[in-house]
């Protein structure tokens, strides 16, 4: 199967601070997905992104799919954006069998 | 709309028993899916269904069965509870090439 490593495995920041999370992956892919999981446990999509670039608000991400990897940028980071990032991806274009990452958990301290 | 639902969200069983987790979506989502996550670990698949009538397995399915009779729902069946089996199980849902939805999760112990 897919093998997902996600970099780095813990980030703390003051708030305001910009941050970059990375996803590798071992295989092509078509589907990339990035959630954020808050601290009461619920994951939220942030991105479906198997291959370009998107933003949203102080998020964006860019997948490189022939380099085999995508990044998450989070800008003037706020407390409420602490919690664990996971990038999930898988050969599909459907996103029900998906392969996840073991996640890069970040704090924003005030 | 619901999104995901899942029930119960808390679960305490004993060695042995067995139990279902319920997922229900009301988003008419062909594919469901169900995930486990273990304490600081991503979440690795269970089973999943590309519609009614059809499941297959996941990375980790030894202990879990299926079934999917409606879009809706899509239960999981524990046969017989391990301490292995204590962790955090998510259900989700998806619609061709858009992202998953998950429920809120149900936290099970296994003593």
């Known amino acids: 199967g897919i093998q997902v490593e996600q970099s780095p495995p813990d980030l703390i920041l003051q708030e305001g601070a910009n941050s970059t999370l990375r996803c590798n992956f071992s295989?092509?892919?078509?589907?990339l997905q990035w959630f954020h999981q808050n601290p009461w446990g619920q994951l939220i999509n942030l991105f479906y992104?198997?291959?370009g670039t998107k933003q949203n608000g102080r998020l964006s991400a860019t997948t490189v799919a022939t380099e085999r990897y995508s990044l998450l940028y989070i800008s003037s980071s706020q407390t409420t954006d602490s919690g664990v990032y996971f990038c999930?991806?898988?050969?599909?274009?459907?996103?029900?069998?998906?392969?996840f990452g073991d996640g890069t958990t970040l704090t924003v301290k005030p | 709309n619901a999104g995901v639902t899942q029930t119960p969200k808390f679960q305490v069983l004993k060695t042995g028993q067995s139990m279902t987790l319920q997922c229900a979506q009301d988003?008419?989502?062909?594919?469901m899916s169900w995930y486990r996550q273990d304490p600081g670990m991503g979440l690795r698949l269970i089973h999943y269904?590309?519609?009614?009538?059809?499941?297959d397995q996941g990375e980790v399915p030894n202990g879990y069965n299926v079934s999917r009779s409606t879009t809706e729902d899509f239960p999981l069946r524990l046969l017989s509870a391990a301490p292995s089996q204590t962790s955090v199980y998510f259900c989700?849902?998806?619609?061709?090439?858009?992202?998953?939805?998950f429920g809120n999760g149900t936290r099970l112990t296994v003593t």
């Open positions: 989700a849902s998806s619609r061709g090439s858009s992202p998953l939805h």
């Open positions: 295989d092509s892919v078509n589907n």
């Open positions: 992104i198997p291959s």
């Open positions: 999930a991806v898988g050969y599909n274009t459907n996103a029900g069998k998906s392969t």
């Open positions: 988003m008419n989502h062909e594919y």
């Open positions: 269904s590309v519609g009614a009538g059809i499941t």
